[in-house]
T-cell receptor, first 112, second 113 residues
Framework: SQQGEEDPQALSIQEGENATMNCSYK?????LQWYRQNSGRGLVHLIL?????REKHSGRLRVTLDTSKKSSSLLITASRAADTASYFC????????????FGTGTRLTVIP | DAGVIQSPRHEVTEMGQEVTLRCKPI?????LFWYRQTMMRGLELLIY????????DSGMPEDRFSAKMPNASFSTLKIQPSEPRDSAVYFC???????????FGEGSRLTVL
């Protein structure tokens, strides 16, 4: 299966701290994306990193990608209570593959 | 744009009944995906369409599941007959390009008693 796995499964931090979530995947990819899901809602796209990129920033988000280790990390700096959600990585395969496979998710709780 | 619209948001039915979930993608998007989310299995890709044509339905669990996209602005996912193990949240998502971000609907929560 191409499905990725996030680590940790759950993370609880204090407001203002940084949160780091990791994602590992199994096959070669075209790009890797991170999504956020608030309880009872749909997924929302956060950031996309291509296979030839190593790092990308968007606001308080920083994503890294290591294709040799088939892993990615998502860093949320200066966390806020509103960041409480589940975070998923999703991988899109190589040439010709349009399927997007999601990992198991990390449940982040930010305590005010 | 209103985003991806799914209906119904909640459906409770009895085993053996037919269930039809509906999706209206974002106007202009040429890819449409159906996912299923459960605690046990996470997010599973069921089927996706490109320009209204089913491209990959390998994720459809059984013949009881079928999906159609009669036009660019409407898709259905049908389960007939439904079973308790079909209980899940079903998401529809659309995208403009084959490599870009997916835009998800709010999901349809199905409970089969």
């Amino acid at each position: 299966s191409q499905q990725g796995e996030e680590d940790p499964q759950a993370l609880s931090i204090q407001e203002g701290e940084n949160a780091t979530m990791n994602c590992s995947y199994k096959t070669s990819i075209n790009n890797l994306q991170w999504y956020r899901q608030n309880s009872g809602r749909g997924l929302v796209h956060l950031i996309l990193i291509r296979s030839n990129e190593r790092e990308k920033h968007s606001g308080r988000l920083r994503v890294t990608l290591d294709t040799s280790k088939k892993s990615s990390s998502l860093l949320i700096t200066a966390s806020r209570a509103a960041d409480t959600a589940s975070y998923f990585c999703a991988t899109r395969g190589g040439t010709g593959a349009n399927n997007l496979f999601f990992g198991t998710g990390t449940r982040l709780t930010v305590i005010p | 744009d209103a985003g991806v619209i799914q209906s119904p948001r909640h459906e409770v039915t009895e085993m053996g009944q037919e269930v039809t979930l509906r999706c209206k993608p974002i106007s202009g998007h040429d890819y449409l995906f159906w996912y299923r989310q459960t605690m046990m299995r996470g997010l599973e890709l069921l089927i996706y369409f490109n320009n209204n044509v089913p491209i990959d339905d390998s994720g459809m669990p059984e013949d009881r599941f079928s999906a159609k996209m009669p036009n660019a602005s409407f898709s259905t996912l049908k389960i007939q007959p439904s079973e308790p193990r079909d209980s899940a949240v079903y998401f529809c998502a659309s995208t403009l390009s084959s490599t870009g971000e997916l835009f998800f609907g709010e999901g349809s929560r199905l409970t089969v008693l």
